[in-house]
């Protein structure tokens, strides 16, 4: 609270000062309303015709002289104004104070999310440099930037926009054109490396984001990344898979189980995790064939054409085929992890 009133400077003293008050108290209370002609016009209360008014409707004095109000109003004009500044700078400084513990818990907040989401972003890359293939890979680098590296650079700008008291969107997402426009806006000092990791996020490059992530981040919004800390990352990867073969064990559609067995059996082969939507399903299935035997191949192959198949023609007989396809997938994925656990 003090260093906000100090940012104020004497303005803002001014803004709550009883002395002037105290000085012209008991001379009127118009004085009040028009201190000074050209000059700031006081917190007040109730001006001298209000408080006059207000008293004059109180039943508990209907029965006094209606000359006797003024002159009430008057008297107590100054003491009510004092004690409703008084309040109001007690409900000032509360504001303020909630104000700046908001402000610390927005950063705390922002500084664990965004280490969160880098922590996902390294592995998530790992992943990538598993794909050999260049056209596959580059597609799922744009992917991730997309998803991942957009969700971080989107909250770092939220931030920095409120810091900076500037009119920001009210989805949590924000297209690139929002994102140019608040960068605009911001101080050049800030404004420099976040257009770097902007640039960075439009590119086809996850190492070239991380790094400049790791470069400009503190600079843009005071927030320190943590180092690696591998057996941190390994129970991400395991509590990962484990999500993963969840959702496939109470997966009841066709599609969404190929694509969740596809991320699972990629873990499997590799030890590393994919952020990958449905779309490239066929990409990771091609790079799977070498790390699986020909029937599972076979099985992944089979259900992937009736899911495919279906999509195309809707056809309500495919059902129960798709369903036995689904239902060969979870058992295969079941027994490669449970052949991995007995290793």
């Not at 012209?24 to 917190?43: F, I, M, N, R, T």
């Not at 420099?192 to 790791?214: Q, Y």
Request: hydrophobic share 35%; proline share 2%; glycine share 6%.
């Amino acid at each position: 609270t003090k260093s906000t009133k100090k940012k104020g400077g004497k303005r803002k003293d001014d803004d709550w000062d009883d002395s002037d008050d105290e000085k012209k108290g008991g001379k009127g209370g118009k004085g009040d309303s028009h201190a000074g002609g050209e000059g700031k016009k006081d917190l007040e209360f109730k001006s001298m015709d209000e408080l006059t008014t207000a008293l004059e409707n109180l039943p508990m004095l209907s029965d006094l002289p209606e000359e006797v109000f003024a002159e009430l109003a008057e008297h107590l004009q100054a003491g009510l104004n004092m004690k409703y500044r008084e309040m109001a700078m007690t409900m000032y400084q509360a504001t303020l104070a909630k104000s700046m513990h908001n402000k610390r818990k927005t950063h705390s907040e922002l500084q664990e999310e965004v280490n969160n989401e880098y922590t996902s972003l390294r592995l998530y890359e790992r992943g990538l440099a598993e794909i050999k293939n260049e056209t596959a890979s580059g597609n799922l680098a744009k992917h991730l930037l997309k998803t991942t590296g957009s969700k971080i650079v989107d909250d770092v700008l939220m931030y920095v926009a409120e810091e900076n008291m500037l009119k920001i969107p009210e989805s949590k997402e924000l297209s690139a054109n929002e994102r140019l426009n608040i960068i605009k806006e911001l101080p050049s000092t800030i404004a420099e490396p976040t257009m770097k990791l902007n640039k960075a996020l439009n590119g086809s490059s996850v190492e070239d984001f991380i790094k400049i992530l790791e470069d400009e981040l503190l600079t843009i919004c005071d927030v320190m990344l943590k180092k690696q800390d591998k057996k941190k990352d390994r129970q991400i990867l395991f509590n990962h898979k484990h999500e993963l073969l969840d959702k496939l064990k109470r997966c009841e559609d066709p599609a969404l189980g190929l694509h969740l067995a596809a991320l699972v059996l990629f873990q499997h082969c590799t030890g590393q995790i994919l952020q990958a939507s449905g779309k490239f399903v066929p990409s990771i299935l091609s790079f799977l064939q070498d790390h699986l035997t020909s029937e599972q191949n076979e099985i992944l192959a089979q259900h992937q054409q009736m899911v495919v198949k279906n999509m195309k023609e809707k056809d309500e007989d495919l059902t129960s085929e798709l369903e036995d396809g689904l239902n060969k997938v979870k058992e295969m994925v079941t027994n490669i992890k449970k052949h991995k656990e007995e290793e």
